[in-house]
Nanobody, 128 residues
Framework: EVQLQASGGGLVQAGGSLRLSCATS????????ISWFRQAPGKEREGVAC????????YYAESVKGRFTISSDNAMSAVYLTMNSLKPEDTAVYFC?????????????????????WGQGTLVTVSS
């Protein structure tokens, strides 16, 4: 059974940092795309970052480039999202999700419908 468990959310002041973790099991970690999404109240779910666990290639939404870093520990089957210089607009529930690799991953990763398996979400609240 494929499982993803997101953790590490919390309350932080603007300008602060958080590190989210996504523990995975039930599938071969190498050779997948694992992404972080977020959903704020009343808004659609949006792609934040993605990592190709085979090559280490990473992709980011423009809104988080230079502030967020996605990384993976293949030995631990885990993916991390290090978030720096947090802003109130980063407040959302953050989810991790897994997808098979695609040659068009650079274009397709932000679309939630591609992903079959999701973690339960972890809440990040950034106060001003």
């Amino acid at each position: 059974e494929v499982q993803l468990q997101a953790s590490g959310g919390g309350l932080v002041q603007a300008g602060g940092s958080l590190r989210l973790s996504c523990a995975t099991s039930g599938f071969t970690f190498d050779g997948h795309a694992i992404s972080w999404f977020r959903q704020a109240p009343g808004k659609e779910r949006e792609g934040v970052a993605c990592i190709n666990t085979n090559t280490g290639d990473t992709y980011y939404a423009e809104s988080v480039k230079g502030r967020f870093t996605i990384s993976s520990d293949n030995a631990m089957s885990a993916v991390y999202l290090t978030m720096n210089s947090l802003k109130p607009e980063d407040t959302a529930v953050y989810f991790c999700a897994v997808d098979s690799l695609d040659v068009a991953l650079a274009k397709l990763w932000p679309y939630p419908r591609r992903y079959d398996y999701w973690g339960q979400g972890t809440l990040v609240t950034v106060s001003s």
